[in-house]
């Protein structure tokens, strides 16, 4: 298994076959799936990333998905490495270049294995809340994550 590891990633998407690619240009968010695959959990559909470079699905950046109020990423993943040699993001609305910055869940990189939730209220300046312990699981296992931001009161608070 890759660096990338496994991901379930909750996700719904309407008129996907449930594997292969899939574009969803129809609801004008032109997101992309690139070879994942849908499977029922719990009643559940998931996206099932096997940790295969290039797995990953995509939406462009669009005011319709920008979230300016709180936001609650969850995943259940299982990472080859819980100490990745590179930080590795689960979840994000992130790119580095102009004022694209909006959030990104990682695990942190090195022996830490501490999780770590960026984001930026600004689209430049970013902030940040990390765990103050690791995952306890063994490389391979499942494990929910999630990291809750509350922006209502003003002050950023992460969960």
Do not use: C
């Not at 991901?7 to 969803?24: C, I, M, P, R, V």
């Not at 990472?79 to 979840?91: C, F, K, N, S, Y």
């Not at 312990?133 to 994550?145: E, K, M, Q």
Request: proline share 4%.
């Amino acid at each position: 298994m890759s660096i990338l590891g496994r991901a379930e990633l909750l996700l719904q998407a309407k008129n996907y076959s449930g594997s292969g690619n899939w574009l969803d240009e129809a609801n004008s968010h032109d997101a992309a799936i690139f070879g994942a695959l849908f499977l029922p959990y719990a009643s559940t559909q998931y996206m099932y990333l096997p940790g295969t470079a290039g797995n990953y699905a995509s939406a462009p950046d669009s005011a319709a998905l920008s979230i300016t109020g709180d936001i609650d990423p969850q995943a259940r993943v299982a990472l080859g490495d819980w100490t990745p040699a590179q930080e590795m993001a689960i979840v994000s609305k992130y790119i580095a270049t102009n004022d694209h910055r909006s959030y990104m869940f990682v695990v942190r990189s090195g022996s830490t294995g501490l999780l770590r939730f960026y984001w930026s209220e600004d689209g430049v300046n970013l902030l940040t809340g990390t765990s103050s312990v690791a995952p306890t699981v063994s490389d391979g296992d499942w494990l929910w994550i999630r990291t809750p931001l509350d922006v209502d009161g003003g002050a950023g608070d992460v969960g």
